[in-house]
């Protein structure tokens, strides 16, 4: 889900104040919130079926709903004193929205559940009638008009005018929520940093608490904090007794912990207000001249809205709505509601578990289609309810009846409009409270919360969002799209450029050399070191690369030699190829001259290097491997061991193509047979060697492999025989190096498990990363008196193996370097002669099984191409074990 977004189960809570019952990271409600989720697991087989519970949803689900739907319309008013007569229309949309929502879900949504109405929505369209009311303003003055002759006419225009905002404001949230769930928008919002969508949801607090705040004494915090001293004491009073009822409110979380604490709160406070006027002698016509009870409450027709939109839709000025303050106010409330609504959807998994696998992009196409419809019949924007769907649980509802009566009861409350004027009684500064509350639950949720789980730098960024999303909303979302590209950059540079480095002291090629080359690579491995670099690379990240390479260069006065290694990098752009060619172009006329490599790159990247290389015509070029890493540390560790030891010549490299000639020469093949034995079983009597070595020449066979030169004037060599044997044929004979070197290569698979981007490849022309390559490594390169095929030759002789199907197969493939000459004897005869002589066969199985041994851990090393192999010496400041000798207790 959106864990990234907002940790566990606190999403719950934080994108939604009517989920303030079940706070799942709140302590205050923890015990509550675990009976809560106990409710989304069904315990019987009635799951689904109606049971008489579901008849109570006309009761409980208005008592928690109404409230919302009055402080919604209120909202509105509080910011635009001038449509207080008009509150019952503007109700009236809010609960056709609320009922038509409601049925819609009780067919369509995946939850069982009703809609709600979002405060968020009733702070922008208080907030659009202050700026239409505003800019009309500037027009009568343009025009000399600075008075309205009839306030009556330009309320009831003011209202015609949030009422068409409402339908295309409604529509746009509808056809956004629609886009993302077409085009799965849901997985680009999993990456919204934390400190982004902690600030919103923070941000959409104030917003809402500055709301409840304005609904109960008819000023914005805003306003208050800019003219403290005209302030009156009405309006004081009016304040403070809103935020000692959003107090009393937040109090009761603890006593009663699900949504049922509202309509019990708004009674308490209703009570209250008029107990005390009778106790002090205050008439409620004075407590209403005083701004005590919301105005305008009055028993009105279900059509009085589309008859204001119907007749006076001439006199709609449409120019307001393109105007600059209105179309930033609408541009960014809807990308606000783009990004609350989808996580509404998601977090009601917390709640109610779908009968099937959850399905979101489906839900979005069912709610932005749902928006769309409710925007063409003039209502407002909807989403998911988490209060309602809690309370029916807690009652013990099941079937879907429940949310079909709750919105045939609001569809009846929309038409019979006899109980609004009973909302009257309610005193203003409750639903001012009950609004104010909510706020404190979404600040609390982020704002709060968030402050013990984030460090203080992004906690501050956290803070900065929020503020900036309340103080103006536009201003919000670019600083947070700022912080989100700042923090993507951030943290792509951190998994981006050089994943590791090693010296050539701490790493090794896997081809097998002798002891002698071995300690001297140890001692001089740090002339060479390997960077290993990962992700798409631009200039920033390439510059990043060079730097730390020369920062190591100047630190390390003795490296010679620099490898970095691009396969786990799917792209480099062009101002990185250039940055990497001058780093090159450097290095080759420092003092010591520094020789540097380039491996692993795809075939766009190495063709990009090799252009730019021409073009510069640098004098010393790097070297290009499009190949794995391994080519590149086979040059490096030739060239610190030619430097090491100048006299020796270089290691000569294998030829893809020599040819074998197979000559005759019996004592020849005698001879190395005996040597061969000799050097299995150095014990065993000379008269049995000569004997063994006797019995094996007539089926030995001795092949020579030409160099290139030799093999043009031998027209008549067999051209492939180069390849000694191949990986996976049948194992019959054992090879013995008499002269020159083989190499036993090994077959590495493509990997495909990688996850990086392909869009940087030319797939039409064959592009692929060089770990999809199926390659061969050098697992072992054998000298004079090197055994080929000692693990074949233990396996030969087991259960079925005779067979051609249990024949053991070849574990690597042998290729013969130019001008090497082996000794092929068949595994049938060789194991004849040992039998025939036991102890002699004894003491060689013991040399085979050491030499097999050697070359099964030489060849599990060599699957793990890349990266990061240690070296077969001891590292420096490597302690080897100590061993002590125990009795036979266990005692040292």
Not at 462 to 485: D, P, Q, R, W
Not at 541 to 570: G, H, K, M, Q
Request: aromatic share 10%; glycine share 8%.
């Amino acid at each position: 889900g959106f864990g990234c977004v907002l940790p566990g189960k606190a999403l719950v809570q934080a994108v939604r104040p009517q989920a303030a019952a079940t706070a799942m990271d709140n302590p205050l409600l923890q015990a509550d919130t675990n009976r809560q989720l106990s409710l989304t697991v069904d315990d019987d087989n009635n799951a689904g079926k109606f049971v008489v519970e579901d008849l109570l949803s006309p009761v409980l689900g208005t008592t928690v709903l109404l409230p919302f739907a009055v402080g919604f319309a209120g909202v509105i008013v509080a910011a635009n004193p001038v449509l207080a007569p008009h509150t019952p229309t503007l109700l009236s949309a809010v609960i056709l929205s609320q009922a038509l929502g409601s049925i819609w879900f009780s067919r369509f949504s995946q939850f069982v559940t009703c809609t709600n109405v979002d405060l968020l929505s009733a702070a922008y369209f208080g907030q659009l009638a202050v700026a239409m009311r505003q800019q009309a303003y500037y027009k009568r003055s343009a025009l000399g008009l600075h008075h309205v002759k009839d306030e009556s006419d330009e309320s009831l225009t003011l209202l015609v005018q949030v009422l068409f905002g409402q339908v295309m404001f409604t529509l746009i949230v509808g056809l956004l929520l629609v886009v993302v769930a077409k085009f799965n928008g849901v997985w680009f919002l999993r990456y919204l940093p934390y400190p982004v969508a902690c600030g919103f949801v923070s941000g959409i607090g104030l917003i809402v608490l500055d709301g409840g705040f304005e609904l109960g004494c008819g000023m914005s915090m805003k306003d208050i904090l800019g003219d403290v001293s005209s302030i009156s004491s009405a309006t004081w009073a009016q304040a403070g007794a809103t935020v000692v009822v959003g107090c009393f409110f937040l109090l009761l979380e603890l006593v009663i912990k699900n949504a049922t604490r509202l309509p019990f709160g708004l009674l308490c406070v209703t009570l209250a207000v008029h107990g005390g006027a009778r106790f002090f002698g205050i008439t409620e016509a004075q407590l209403g001249a005083h701004g005590v009870f919301l105005n305008g409450l009055a028993e009105e027709s279900w059509a009085a809205g589309w008859d204001a939109m119907l007749h006076k839709a001439g006199t709609v000025d449409f120019s307001l709505y393109f105007s600059q303050e209105c179309m930033s106010l609408t541009f960014s409330y809807a990308l606000l509601h783009m990004l609350s609504y989808p996580f509404y959807a998601i977090g009601m998994q917390e709640i109610d578990t779908p009968a099937e696998k959850f399905n979101a992009r489906a839900e979005l196409m069912q709610l932005g289609a749902l928006n769309i419809g409710v925007g063409l019949l003039g209502g407002v924007p909807s989403c998911h309810s988490y209060k309602v769907c809690i309370v029916m649980k807690r009652s013990g509802a099941k079937s879907r009846l429940w949310v079909v009566l709750l919105g045939l009861t609001f569809l009846a409350l929309y038409f019979d409009t006899a109980i609004r004027p009973w909302i009257a009684i309610v005193p203003k500064c409750a639903f001012g409270g009950l609004v104010f509350s909510l706020g404190v639950d979404f600040i609390s949720a982020s704002l709060l919360e968030s402050r013990q789980r984030v460090a203080s730098v992004e906690w501050r960024a956290v803070v900065m969002t929020s503020l900036m999303t309340y103080y103006n909303v536009l201003a919000g979302l670019v600083f947070g799209s700022l912080l989100t590209m700042g923090l993507f950059v951030v943290e792509y540079a951190g998994i981006t450029g050089i994943v590791n480095q090693a010296t050539f002291a701490e790493v090794r090629s896997l081809q097998k050399r002798p002891k002698e080359d071995s300690e001297l690579l140890a001692k001089h491995g740090t002339q060479g070191v390997i960077f290993w670099c990962s992700g798409y690379i631009f200039f920033g990240t390439a510059a990043t690369i060079v730097e730390e390479v020369e920062e190591y260069l100047e630190a390390n006065l003795s490296t010679r030699y620099v490898i970095v290694d691009f396969e786990a990098v799917p792209a480099v752009d062009a101002s990185g190829v250039h940055a990497l060619t001058d780093f090159a172009a450097r290095c080759g006329v420092r003092k010591p001259r520094v020789r540097v490599c380039f491996c692993g790159m795809v075939r766009r990247l190495h063709l990009a290097l090799k252009n730019v290389i021409e073009s510069k015509a640098i004098a010393d070029p790097p070297r290009l491997y499009s190949r794995r890493v391994e080519q590149a540390m086979e040059w490096v560790e030739d060239e610190i061991l030619r430097r090491a030891t100048p006299a020796k010549p270089p290691m000569r490299s294998m030829t893809s193509d020599p040819n074998c000639t197979p000559i005759e020469g019996e004592t020849m093949i005698t001879n190395w047979l005996c040597k061969m034995i000799h050097e299995l079983a150095p014990l065993a009597p000379i008269e049995d060697v000569q004997v063994a070595a006797s019995k094996l020449t007539p089926c030995t066979q001795l092949l020579s492999y030409l160099s290139a030169q030799d093999a043009v004037a031998n027209v008549q060599a067999d051209q492939n025989s180069g390849v000694i044997f191949i990986e996976g044929a049948c194992a019959y004979d054992l090879f013995y190096v008499v002269a020159g070197s083989a190499d036993l290569m090994r077959t590495i698979e493509g990997d495909s498990a990688h996850k990086l981007p392909r869009h940087h490849l030319n797939t039409q022309k064959g592009d692929h990363f060089v770990f999809e390559e199926r390659t061969e490594v050098r697992v072992q390169r054998l000298h004079e008196g090197g055994l080929l095929g000692a693990m074949e030759f233990g396996a030969a002789f087991g259960e079925d193996s005779d067979s051609v199907a249990h024949r053991p197969r070849r574990a690597m493939t042998a290729l013969a370097a130019p001008k090497c000459k082996a000794l092929r004897i068949p595994f049938k005869e060789l194991h004849e002669v040992f039998q025939a002589h036991p102890g002699m066969g004894h003491g060689a199985m013991t040399r085979l099984c050491k030499s097999a041994a050697a070359q099964v851990l030489e060849l599990m090393r060599s699957t793990s191409v890349k990266p990061y192999r240690v070296s077969p010496t001891d590292p420096p400041g490597y302690a080897a074990p100590v061993c002590v000798d125990v009795d036979v207790a266990g005692r040292p």
